[in-house]
T-cell receptor, first 109, second 114 residues
Framework: GQNIDQPTEMTATEGAIVQINCTYQTSGFNGLFWYQQHAGEAPTFLSYNVLDGLEEKGRFSSFLSRSKGYSYLLLKELQMKDSASYLCAVRDSNYQLIWGAGTKLIIKP | ETGVTQTPRHLVMGMTNKKSLKCEQHLGHNAMYWYKQSAKKPLELMFVYNFKEQTENNSVPSRFSPECPNSSHLFLHLHTLQPEDSALYLC?????????????FGDGTRLSIL
């Protein structure tokens, strides 16, 4: 079966750096997405990786290793507003998105 | 503002009621999706419409009935739901169903079945 694994919950300190990992086993691979979802709100698109390597976008970066079935989202200079759930999703060979259960990130002052 | 609007935001209904969820997108997209989001579980894809044609029905019970009158509007008709159907129902849209463009989500309808 297809599977996306990410930690259920993480805690970090304001101003620090946190890395949220995502491992996947899917039938085919056509890209990996990261989304942010604040409680009671819509998931919003953060990043897309289809080739190996690091994609940087301001304070957020996303890394992909297709051979290892692994990605991470790196958040720098954490702010209180970064407290949210972070969802990893992989597009499989049928172009369907397979979703992880999300990582709830708690930022402490 | 994500460009995808869902109404109502909250809905409480009995198991014998009939209600409908509405989704409208203002992004000029051609694909629309219904997802179910339950606590601590991955998003579950329910239905996909691409250019108004249903292309995916992931073994969803018949008590959920989608309708897509045009590329901008999507409905989910609900009838004789069960308590386990209580969840957040998210609508999303994208340029096309098979493109690598991201999906854009609405804020969802929080559904509670009594």
């Amino acid at each position: 079966g297809q599977n996306i694994d990410q930690p259920t919950e993480m805690t970090a300190t304001e101003g620090a750096i946190v890395q949220i990992n995502c491992t996947y086993q899917t039938s085919g691979f056509n890209g990996l997405f990261w989304y942010q979802q604040h409680a009671g709100e819509a998931p919003t698109f953060l990043s897309y990786n289809v080739l190996d390597g690091l994609e940087e976008k301001g304070r957020f970066s996303s890394f992909l290793s297709r051979s290892k079935g692994y990605s991470y989202l790196l958040l720098k200079e954490l702010q209180m507003k970064d407290s949210a759930s972070y969802l990893c999703a992989v597009r499989d060979s049928n172009y369907q998105l397979i979703w992880g259960a999300g990582t709830k990130l708690i930022i402490k002052p | 503002e994500t460009g995808v609007t869902q109404t109502p935001r909250h809905l409480v209904m009995g198991m014998t009621n009939k209600k409908s969820l509405k989704c409208e997108q203002h992004l000029g997209h051609n694909a629309m999706y219904w997802y179910k989001q339950s606590a601590k579980k991955p998003l579950e894809l329910m239905f996909v419409y691409n250019f108004k044609e249903q292309t995916e029905n992931n073994s969803v019970p018949s008590r959920f009935s989608p309708e897509c009158p045009n590329s901008s509007h999507l409905f989910l008709h609900l009838h004789t739901l069960q308590p386990e159907d209580s969840a957040l129902y998210l609508c999303a849209s994208s340029q096309e169903a098979s493109s690598n463009q991201p999906q854009h989500f609405g804020d969802g309808t929080r559904l509670s079945i009594l």
